[in-house]
């Protein structure tokens, strides 16, 4: 395993972070201590949660397993999304901060969170007193950093700005949905987040299980897996990305890295994804001890400059114009020699 610092603060964590979405829901108890097990044994230091992962169950069950163990882990959560019925159970305001920090330090059984997201936007409370939350739980010895999760880029830059003029603790990572089907993202959000020193925590790395090759382009898929038990399941859908020539492309170009270097599908798209720019970690999230091995066999795998190159072009999602296309580009950079020679 590898490691890098969370952001541009001095905490080290591993690579490849540990997702616990599946906890308690595709995953029960048991074999979700054993994917902890296995994941700290690879080298791996850093967990992620959140408070609605199963409606809180997903932390109680990373919980149980530190009072049971002395793996010393960088732990993650986030909140935002509604804990309960009432209109002051969702969002960012500091009501609901408080109360969702206090409930997720019960549920974790610790009396300190290393990382806090705010697990999304809220156009209702006033980004200044969501901030201002942030940096009293840091003051209070609640939380050590504040982090984003599925901002946009000038939802980032806004938050960045204002912590700055408040004097406040930065900002250390983003975390944001990048894999090879989806890397929009590099047109605005990268950028920020690399001019803020954000570091990249991605969600989705393998496209909801489209770039471990699982899934037929033919025939709409079965049995016991997310696109199996609900094909028209969120982004990863079915009938939506079956029907897409990208999509084939970038699978194409995964399969054929993976079978020339005889290894899985599911290493190659993370081994790309590890390496893009300002990536601190990569969030796993598997619902079996196998699927959690196999991705962990990615974590000193590198691609070569032709591979990267190859699934660079066949996911290249293809700005139509300017500012993103080719001439917008080209105006981002310039020799510094200047001038009209």
């Not at 109680?60 to 960088?74: C, P, T």
């Not at 938050?159 to 930065?170: E, M, Q, T, V």
């Not at 080719?326 to 001038?339: K, S």
């Amino acid at each position: 395993m590898e490691y890098r610092t969370l952001g541009a603060s001095g905490a080290v964590v591993s690579t490849y972070a540990l997702g616990t979405m599946t906890f308690g829901n595709e995953t029960d108890e048991a074999g979700a201590h054993e994917q902890l097990d296995r994941y700290v044994e690879a080298g791996g230091n850093f967990v992620d949660t959140a408070d609605v992962y199963t409606a809180g169950v997903s932390e109680e069950i990373v919980g149980r397993w530190l009072a049971k163990k002395s793996a010393d882990v960088v732990l993650a959560t986030k909140g935002r999304f509604p804990t309960g019925d009432g209109p002051n159970d969702v969002g960012t305001s500091r009501r609901h901060l408080r109360k969702a920090l206090e409930a997720s330090l019960e549920r974790l059984g610790v009396d300190h969170i290393d990382l806090y997201q705010l697990h999304a936007w809220d156009p209702v409370t006033p980004l200044e007193e969501t901030l201002s939350f942030l940096e009293d739980a840091v003051r209070a010895g609640k939380i050590s950093y504040g982090g984003l999760s599925n901002f946009t880029g000038w939802q980032l830059q806004k938050a960045c700005d204002l912590i700055a003029h408040r004097g406040w603790s930065p900002l250390v990572t983003l975390q944001p949905q990048y894999n090879l089907l989806v890397r929009e993202i590099e047109w605005e959000i990268v950028p920020a987040a690399q001019e803020n020193g954000l570091g990249l925590l991605p969600w989705s790395p393998l496209g909801g299980g489209w770039l471990t090759g699982k899934y037929s382009f033919e025939e709409e898929p079965a049995g016991a897996t997310r696109l199996g038990e609900n094909p028209d399941r969120g982004v990863e859908s079915w009938y939506r990305r079956s029907r897409n020539q990208r999509v084939r492309d970038v699978v194409d170009a995964v399969r054929e890295i993976a079978e020339a270097r005889g290894i899985s599908m599911a290493q190659v798209a993370l081994a790309w994804l590890v390496d893009r720019p300002a990536i601190t970690s990569v969030i796993l999230g598997a619902r079996t001890l196998e699927q959690l091995d196999d991705n962990l066999a990615a974590a000193d795998l590198h691609l070569t400059p032709e591979e990267t190159a190859k699934l660079d072009e066949a996911s290249d999602p293809g700005a139509a114009d300017y500012p993103y296309g080719g001439p917008g580009m080209a105006q981002r950079g310039r020799p510094i020699a200047g001038g009209r020679s």
